[in-house]
C-alpha cells in the first residue's frame, strides 16, 4: 500500500504544476487556430452529427425516441462522457512515452504526466457538459440537484482513468504493439456500450456485458444525473461495489508497475 500512498502523495505535492501544464497544455493546444478553444465544442458537434444520420436517421430508421429521451439527446449524453473516457484513457497512456524527455530536464516524477492529461480532458469535458446542463434545464430531463452526480462521475472517471494508465503507460513503452492493442480495445469498447443504444431496448447477452463495463457505468452515471429523471446515481450497491473494487485494483496493481520501471523507461526507449 506505500506505493499506492507513494503515487497520490506525488499528485497532491505537484498539485499547482499539474494544474498549470493542463492549462499550458489546453492553449498551446489551439495556439494557432483560428477558432481557438471553440474546437472543444465544435469537434463533439460533428461527432453527434455523424453519429446520429448513421446510427439515428439510418440504423434506427423511424423508431424515433430512446424511452423518454429524443434519441439526439440520448446520443449527445453518451458521446460526450464516451469521448472524455477514450480521450483520457488512450491520452494518459501515452503520456509519458510522449513526454518522458520533459521529466529527464525537469525532475519531477513522471506520474504527473497521467494526472496533467487527465486534468486537461476534464476542463473539455466540462466545457461540453455546460451544453448538456443547459438542454437538461431547458427540457426539464432531469432535477438540478441530480447534477451533483456528475461529480460522482467525474471522481471515478478519474480514478479509473488513472489507474489503467499506470499500467499501459508503462506497457506502451515496454511492448511496442501495446498501443496498437488499446486502440483496438477501446474501439471494441465503443460499441458493447450503451453510446448509441439503449440498455432497455438490448437483449440479455449485452445486460451482462454491460454489467462488467466500467465505461458502461460511468457513462451511464453522467446520463442519469444530467437527462434521466431518476435516482442521481445509476446502478445499485452491487454495480458500485463491483466498479469501485475494480478500479482500487487496478490503482493497487499500476502503482506496482509504475514504481517498477518509472526509472528504466528510457532505457527501452
Known sequence: ??????????QWVHRNLIWKLAIYNLKSSYANHYLGV?????????QVLLYYIVFGLGLRGDRGDVGELPFIIHLVSGIFPWLFLSSAVNAASSSIQSQLGLVTKMKFPSSILLSITLVNNAISLLLTTVIMVTLSLIFGYSEPLHFLGFFYFLIGSWAFAFGFALITSSLVILVRDM??????????FFFVTPIFWSLEEANELMHVISSFNPFAYLLMNYRTA?????APLYGDMADHLYFWSFTLLLIFVGAHVHYRFRNKLVDYL
Open 226 to 230: 444530467l437527462v434521466l429523471n431518476e
Open 179 to 188: 498501443k496498437n492493442v488499446l486502440s483496438n480495445v477501446m474501439r471494441m
Open 38 to 46: 471553440f474546437w472543444t465544442f465544435i469537434q463533439p458537434a460533428m
Open 1 to 10: 500500500m506505500s506505493k499506492v500512498f507513494g503515487i497520490f502523495k506525488e
